[in-house]
Nanobody, 120 residues
Framework: QVQLVESGGGLVQPGRSLRLSCAAS????????MGWYRQTPGNRRELVAV???????NYADSVKGRFTISRNNAKNTVYLQMNSLKSEDTAVYYC??????????????WGQGTQVTVSS
C-alpha cells in the first residue's frame, strides 16, 4: 500500500508565495508521473502541473510562469512552488502519483488534499 501526504497549504495574501510538498511512502518499487491537481466547490478536479520521473514538466495555462513543479526522487517527494498567487488560485490541492508497487503492478494514488486560500 502507498500513501501520499501533502503539506504546506494555508492562507496567503495575493502576490505572495507558497510551497506545497507531497511525500509518498509505502511499498514503492518506482514512481512514474507525479502531479498536482486542484478543486473548488462545484467544479471538477483540474490538472495544475505534472512531472515525469525524468523531470519533464507540463502546466495548466493558468499557472504557467507562476508555478513550478519539481521532485526529489530519492525522497519520493514532489513539490509545487506557487508564486504571484491570485484569489482564483484558491482551492484544495491534491497530490497524485503513478506508482509501481511491483514491476507489473501500477496504480494511481491520491493525497488527502491541502487547502490553499489566497485572500487580502
Amino acid at each position: 500500500q502507498v500513501q501520499l501526504v501533502e503539506s504546506g497549504g494555508g492562507l496567503v495574501q495575493p502576490g505572495r508565495s507558497l510551497r506545497l510538498s507531497c511525500a509518498a511512502s509505502g511499498s514503492i518499487f518506482s514512481i512514474n508521473t507525479m502531479g498536482w491537481y486542484r478543486q473548488t466547490p462545484g467544479n471538477r478536479r483540474e490538472l495544475v502541473a505534472v512531472i515525469s520521473s525524468g523531470g519533464s514538466t507540463n502546466y495548466a495555462d493558468s499557472v504557467k510562469g507562476r508555478f513550478t513543479i519539481s521532485r526529489n526522487n530519492a525522497k519520493n517527494t514532489v513539490y509545487l512552488q506557487m508564486n504571484s498567487l491570485k484569489s482564483e488560485d484558491t482551492a484544495v490541492y491534491y497530490c497524485n502519483a503513478l506508482v509501481a508497487t511491483m514491476e507489473i503492478y501500477v496504480h494511481d494514488y491520491w493525497g488527502q488534499g491541502t487547502q490553499v486560500t489566497v485572500s487580502s
